[in-house]
């Protein structure tokens, strides 16, 4: 006869806390004297004083429940556990019968496996392996008893003893450890709950929704095992080891589920099915189910994306040089470095490619695979032989960790007294010692698991570990993204893993996901090294997001490091950019033309091709929508080259306007051929456009409107042959229907604000001007400050080139034309005070407004253009021409428009750099030629107040006799 556990066990290690022990030994003194087993206690006291003194938890049972310490201490534990899982088994009635009875199970199976594991008794295995059982018989006895209470309700009519199950067509796989009956002390419990609707629909009452009956089923099943009471739980219930957990529902459809995991299932899911196995409900079908997904688990033959998909699951993990920061005190046994979870990647990653040709491999329990890996001469003897031990020696630490107060806890504790309890379950009364051993343990787990496919690419961070497989956050992970500056790292995590679950285009094919696994840790750590990682990663997010396919992008990605980060460059810095990317993600094709990187001085031949396609276009609508995709891509060029300093501040006010130029270009005509399709031919007149602002004088930026106003002439007498429009009518109507396709908005965007307000007589006038009304109100009613505007003024477009040089002489006499009676410097500084009362500047980065500031410089400019232009001197439309001769306003007009091309390109609004992140602000300042920020700053202080005082100068205070 086999020898009663009191009988077998020895001491595990040293009491740990004698006072302890003798308290524990009075308390169980009385009831075992009274029930007749003092002399069993005694007996066994030498085994159980280490055990009660280092475990509150375990003495809690024992005094709660001695008549089951007797029982576990007088029987032999193999009977002793078969009566327990024969009295699980034997329950039954409805969920509130069986509720107290089953912890109370859980309790005594709870104390008999530790006393075994502790006494020297049952090795890892059986300890495991009893646990794993009692797993499978209290929840199928918590699955009899909420059925139970489903056919009391009426809407189950299927009879308990079905042979199907307690609900036909209703199954569980147990997952994880559990389902490889290696279950830990303290673990839960993963079940992927199916049903197959074909069974299961005719065993419920008519009417009762299928899927609503099995989620409600399956929350009190959990309920009944995981609800804590005066008497403890069953154990904790898992129920997310299913198809994308976090939209689909509790329990999901089998033919559901097999579409997935046929589909988008991922690698990690495959390593987490070699474990899988029917634990509950109808066995029958869960069988079946797992025999449909032997393909998707064990694949014949894989390619090498896919094989380098599986190796991803271990090098997603961060592996540190040998003896870099690991410590036994707050260690991580199960997910941190050197832990169990790094042994059973190092068996499943190999099972996972090997497998498929070789069923050898198959076995669910990790220290077999080991076995197998080795027989088979995929695994070197030794290091089998190391990981082999090493795995058994850190479950058993594991387990002892859990059995201090039974939490699902996987670290060793920080606290030294916490520690030392653990050394002494675990046999070892020298702290230093026990630390040194576990150090030592898990640096040679993290050296084999190094080896492991070594030599191929990282797909850790030099930040650290990053995890995404699993349906629970890695808590090392978790730290990497904190470390990376996200403040909100569960966030960015749920994000990357529904990406790896096929949530978007770009990740729904298996070749998009794996190419997604190589690319996560260079995006987050691309991210992070901006210092920008919340708002880069919010807008990578809505990009990504929005492309229709992922393969080609992530290639490239891939392929192209330098784009990549240009790219990430882009979503951490400049939010217009980003914003353009996101609703437009075909906008990345153009980076992929060989014209993108060449200078925006170059005429790339994109200017042509768009005007040859909107002369193509079949109607106004379409003509419209070829310009602005060309637009919205010659944008984000310039806007990046700009960013990124290829382009400075003159370069990149002559693309945009030549951008600009050849948009009018395009569109004027279709708006001249809808005006003719509308209203007829107007025969014998001609109209011209004609820039003002920054659009004239090739100085605009990406946040800069078109100041236009349209000039026609045409025989007194014409109208339109259709319409009979007069001349005004005519080209009113073109210059409305041209205002239309530059500012309407349509399915690819938007182009330009057109602002008219800068024409003769804006208030009260018509939009469209005859060039004789022009040259009438320029000679009798004119302000100052409209001769200023037009010495910008340039023609950019007309149907009559006779006609444009004519408007361009006619403008240019407007402004030669003598005005003797007129102060030019008195007027406009009577006009610069006005309007610093009115719009004063809107803090320090107003480079428009600020004294010192842009419109300053220009004041002073165009009053010399009036100057020159009255003693009949050469005229230009730039700022920086007409300031030759003022080199303090010229240096500082200069240093702002830097300033304005860097904020207009990445910012639709008014940014503060002084809020911005650091990069950003370093990226200012090297664009404006100084070496960091806060020299920048002094810079443009110190240019402005130069500017200033060359400003007053140029236009000195008016008096209020002036």
């Known amino acids: 006869m086999s020898e009663t556990l009191a009988a077998a066990m020895t001491p595990c290690g040293p009491v740990v806390d004698p006072e302890a022990a003798d308290r524990a030994r009075e308390r169980l003194a009385e009831p075992a004297s009274e029930g007749g087993w003092l002399a069993t206690l005694d007996a066994a006291w030498p085994a159980l004083a280490p055990v009660f003194a280092a475990s509150p938890y375990l003495f809690g049972l024992a005094r709660r429940w001695p008549d089951r310490l007797e029982a576990v201490l007088e029987d032999e534990p193999g009977v ?71 056919r009391e309700r009426g809407k189950l009519t299927s009879p308990a003893d079905d042979p199907r199950g307690p609900v036909p067509g209703l199954f569980g796989l147990a997952m994880g450890k559990h389902g490889a009956f290696e279950l830990n002390y303290s673990s839960d ?49 898992d129920l997310r080891l299913r198809p994308d957990p976090s939209s689909t529902p509790p329990v999901v459809a089998g033919p559901t589920a097999l579409a997935y995991y046929e589909s988008v299932g991922q690698n990690w899911e495959r390593a987490a099915f070699i474990k899988a196995r029917p634990v509950l409900g109808d066995l029958a079908a869960g069988g079946e189910f797992l025999k449909s997904l032997r393909p998707f688990i064990w694949r014949r033959s894989l390619d090498f994306p896919a094989i380098l998909d599986i190796q991803s699951i271990k090098r997603q993990i961060h592996v540190h040089k040998t ?61 089998c032989a190391e990981l082999t031990g090493a795995y058994v020696a850190l ?41 040194a051993g576990v150090e030592a343990l898990l640096l ?57 679950h096929g949530r978007i285009p770009a990740t729904r094919t298996s070749r998009g996901r794996e190419l997604f696994t190589r690319l996560a840790p260079r995006l987050l750590t691309a991210l992070a090294d901006t210092g920008a990682a919340d708002a880069a990663f919010r807008r990578f997010a809505v990009f990504f997001s929005g492309l229709s396919g992922g393969v080609q992008v992530q290639a490239l990605f891939l392929a192209q490091p330098k784009l990549f980060d240009l790219v990430v460059g882009v979503m951490a810095f400049a939010p217009r950019l980003a914003r353009a990317l996101g609703r437009y993600p075909a906008a990345l094709d153009s980076m992929l033309d060989a014209r993108f990187a060449r200078s925006i001085e170059e005429d790339s031949g994109v200017v042509a091709q768009m005007g040859i396609e909107a002369a193509a276009a079949p109607d106004f609508e379409i003509a419209m929508n070829v310009v602005r995709r060309v637009h919205r891509e010659q944008m984000f060029r310039i806007g990046v080259q700009a960013l990124t300093g290829r382009a400075g501040p003159e370069e990149a006010g002559r693309a945009y ?59 007194a007498d014409a109208v339109s042959e259709k319409k009979e429009w007069a001349a005004g009518v005519f080209y009113s109507r073109f210059t409305q229907r041209l205002i239309a396709a530059l500012s309407a908005h349509t399915a690819e965007g938007g182009l330009y604000e057109v602002d008219m307000r800068l024409r003769p007589g804006a208030a009260k006038g018509p939009v469209s001007l005859r060039l004789a009304a022009v040259e009438d109100y320029y000679a009798s009613e004119a302000d100052t400050w409209e001769f200023m505007a037009l010495t910008r003024a340039r023609v950019v477009w007309s149907d009559d080139p006779a006609f444009a040089a004519r408007v361009s002489e006619t403008l240019d006499a407007i402004l030669r034309r003598p005005r003797p009676d007129i102060s030019f410097a008195v007027d406009a500084r009577r006009m610069r005070d006005r309007m610093a009362r009115q719009r004063p500047p809107q803090g320090y980065w107003d480079v428009k407004l600020v004294p010192g500031g842009q419109v300053d410089a220009e004041f002073v400019a165009q009053v010399r253009q009036l100057r020159q232009a009255r003693a009949g001197e050469g005229l230009t439309v730039s700022t920086l021409e007409a ?45 404006a030629g100084f070496s960091g920020f ?29």
């Open 657 to 715: 306007t030549t951008l600009a130029d050849a948009c009018l270009g395009a569109l004027a005509p279709a708006a001249m051929a809808e005006t003719v399709r509308q209203g007829g031919v107007l025969t014998g007149g001609a109209v011209a456009v004609v820039a003002l602002g920054k659009a004239g004088s090739r100085e605009m930026t990406a946040s800069s409107d078109l100041d236009l106003m349209t000039v026609y002439d045409a025989p």
């Open 189 to 237: 419990i993963d079940v992927s709950l199916f049903w197959e609707p074909d069974v299961l629909i005719p065993a419920l009452a008519e009417g009762v929704e299928p899927q609503r009956f099995v989620d409600r089923l399956a929350q009190s099943l959990a309920a009944l095992m995981q609800e804590r009471t005066g008497e403890g739980y069953v154990f904790r219930v």
């Open 395 to 435: 479950r058993r630490l594991e387990h002892r960790v859990q059995m201090l107060d039974d939490e699902q806890t996987h670290s060793l504790p920080v606290e030294t007294a916490a520690r030392e309890r653990v050394a002494a379950l675990a046999g070892v009364g020298d702290l230093p010692g026990f630390d």
């Open 934 to 962: 806060d020299a920048l700053k002094a810079g443009l202080t110190e240019a402005r107040a130069a500017a200033r005082a060359a400003f007053e100068a140029a236009l000195p205070p008016v008096g209020d006799g002036d």
């Open 444 to 500: 040679g787990v993290n050296r084999r698991y190094g080896e492991l496919f070594e030599g191929e690419e990282e797909l850790s961070s030099p930040y650290g570990s990053l995890v995404f497989t699993g349906v629970e956050n890695d808590p090392e992970t978790l730290k990497t993204l904190d470390r990376m500056g996200f403040s909100d790292p569960v966030m960015v995590a749920d994000t990357i893993r529904g990406w790896h």
């Open 323 to 383: 003896g870099d920061g690991l410590e036994a005190a707050g260690a991580n046994l199960k997910l941190g470095r050197g832990g169990i979870r790094e042994i059973e990647f190092f068996a499943q990653t190999q099972q996972l490619i090997l497998g498929g040709r070789d069923p050898g491999l198959r076995t669910p329990r990790t220290v077999d695979a080991l076995a197998a890996l080795r027989d088979a001469g995929h695994v070197a003897v030794d290091a």
């Open 883 to 927: 300031l030759s001769d003022d080199p303090d306003l010229a240096e500082a007009w200069r240093l702002q428009q830097a300033l304005s091309q860097i904020l207009g390109a990445a910012f639709d609004d008014r940014p503060d750099p002084d809020h911005e992140p650091e990069g950003f602000r370093e990226r200012l300042a090297k664009a």
């Open 80 to 150: 002793r556990l078969a009566a327990i899982l024969a009295a699980t088994g034997a329950l039954t009635g409805e969920a509130d019968e069986v509720r107290a009875p089953l912890r109370r199970l859980k309790g005594e199976l709870h104390l008999l496996t530790a006393l075994a594991d502790l006494g020297g008794v049952w090795n890892l295995d059986q300890v495991t392996d009893a646990l794993s059982r009692f797993a499978d018989a209290s929840v199928n006895a918590a699955l009899r008893a909420v059925a139970h209470d489903q």
